[in-house]
């Protein structure tokens, strides 16, 4: 189980440029593997992965799901959803739930697709560009800010105090100063946002979610306090703005490797929801979650103690040959199960059908504007974050 020889160190600046070596190792050799530096546990083997993903009562999310937050081995103690547990978490997740399922984001498409149009429209007859820093980190949290509700102006400021809120500084796992104070300012706005929408409902998210009220058997309602709006909306653009545009920076690099599967999305666009789904398997923007083990779970591969932080890596999961015939070929033909990519379970992404609305719509207007994107590989750069991994540039010529 102790394997000295096997480096995973999640707070390197450099492990996630290139884990899958590690991640085979962790797999075979050390499928419950102790990091002895940092004292966590982390399970790497597809079906372990979605075990603990299933068992919240002993895996609990309330202290943390990062590892700088998991290692101070306490209660987070915050209102926000993917920080609790259920039951406090079952019930949050009930209020907002039905504006994020797929028909309810179905029927944003007309506003995803203008938003993803204007931008890509703005890098028309260019020779070069950046697909990320241009077009896949801008557009999300357009998105997302235009269904809460936030005034057009201030959307790219809340990207930034995002952006600053998840940079780290090599060696050092923590939020800067600079990031601490970002969350404070994008908090302190939320929280005046939600009481100007209470004050002047506008009929858009954060209003229906003020609105909303659940009852329980007993006939008990439930509604969302103005703090817990703001938490929820805080929580929804920093989880749905820097993933998304990871997986199209990803994607973007992967077809550049593999023109054959271009090709395929090129000659059908009924390829491309298959083909996002093979990205997120290949490149999950968020590598681990992250667990608290309240009680000892003996598994396959050994036994985690109770009061021990786990990191379940995503990352290895979703290229698990026990799970998939050749994990490591990108292959958007390959169907089957949804990748883990999304997470799995109670806590299981809310934001995946819109997600996946704003990839495909992506990925449609880029095929559809440009039949050849090479990408300058000397320019790539990744950024660096606590377990969200992938670019933070991809520069490409066209044609
Ligand atoms: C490619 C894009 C995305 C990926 C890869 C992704 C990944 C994930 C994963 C792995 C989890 C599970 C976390 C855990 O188990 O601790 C999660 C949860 C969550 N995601 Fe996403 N996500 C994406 C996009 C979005 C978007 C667009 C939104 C915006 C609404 C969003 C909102 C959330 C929320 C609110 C949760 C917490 C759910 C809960 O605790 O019940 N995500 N996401």
């Given at each position: 189980m102790t394997n000295p020889r096997i480096e995973f160190d999640?707070?390197?600046?450099?492990?996630?440029?290139?884990p899958y070596q590690a991640y085979a190792r962790l797999r075979d050799e050390a499928p419950v593997y102790f990091n002895q530096t940092y004292g966590f546990y982390a399970v790497s083997r597809y079906s372990d992965v979605v075990a603990v993903h299933a068992d919240p009562e002993r895996f609990i999310s309330s202290y943390g799901v990062t590892l700088e937050h998991l290692?101070?081995?306490?209660?987070?103690?915050?209102?926000m959803m993917i920080l609790m547990d259920p039951p406090e978490h079952t019930r949050q997740r009930r209020l907002v739930s039905q504006a994020f399922s797929r028909r309810a984001i179905g029927s944003l498409e007309p506003l995803v697709a203008s938003v993803i149009s204007g931008y890509l429209d703005g890098l028309a007859g260019r020779a070069e560009f950046d697909v990320v820093s241009e077009f896949a980190a801008l557009f999300p949290v357009e998105v997302i800010s235009s269904m809460l509700g936030v005034p057009e102006g201030k959307r790219q400021q809340i990207r930034v105090w995002v952006d600053t809120m998840l940079h780290r500084e090599e060696g050092n796992p923590n939020t800067t100063q600079e990031g601490m104070d970002a969350a404070l300012h994008l908090s302190g706005y939320l929280l005046d946002l939600t009481r100007s929408k209470r004050a002047e409902?506008?009929?858009l998210l954060m209003t229906k979610l003020i609105d909303v009220v659940l009852e329980d058997a007993d006939g008990t309602g439930h509604h969302l306090s103005d703090e817990d709006v703001a938490s929820f909306a805080a929580l929804i653009v920093s989880a749905g703005s820097e993933t998304v545009t990871k997986l199209i920076g990803s994607g973007v690099v992967l077809f550049d490797q593999h023109p054959d599967q271009w090709e395929l999305v090129r000659a059908d666009s009924a390829a491309i929801p298959h083909a996002v789904e093979e990205v997120l398997r290949m490149?999950?923007?968020?590598q681990y979650q992250g667990r608290y083990a309240i009680e000892s779970v003996t598994m396959d591969g050994g036994t985690i103690p109770a009061q021990s932080p786990v990191l379940l890596l995503t990352g290895a999961a979703t290229r698990d040959p026990r799970e998939y015939d050749h994990p490591d070929r990108f292959d958007i033909?390959?169907?089957?199960r949804t990748t883990l990519a999304f997470g799995y379970g109670v806590h299981g992404c809310l934001g995946a059908w819109l997600a996946r609305l704003e990839s495909r719509l992506a990925f449609e207007g880029i095929a559809s504007r440009w039949p050849r994107l090479s990408v300058r590989r000397e320019g790539l750069e990744r950024v660096n974050m606590s377990n969200v991994a992938g670019y933070s540039h991809v520069p490409v010529s066209v044609g």
């Open positions: 999640p707070f390197s600046d450099t492990f996630f440029d290139d290692l101070q081995r306490r209660s987070m103690g915050t209102n409902p506008d009929g490149h999950p923007p968020s033909t390959r169907g089957g």
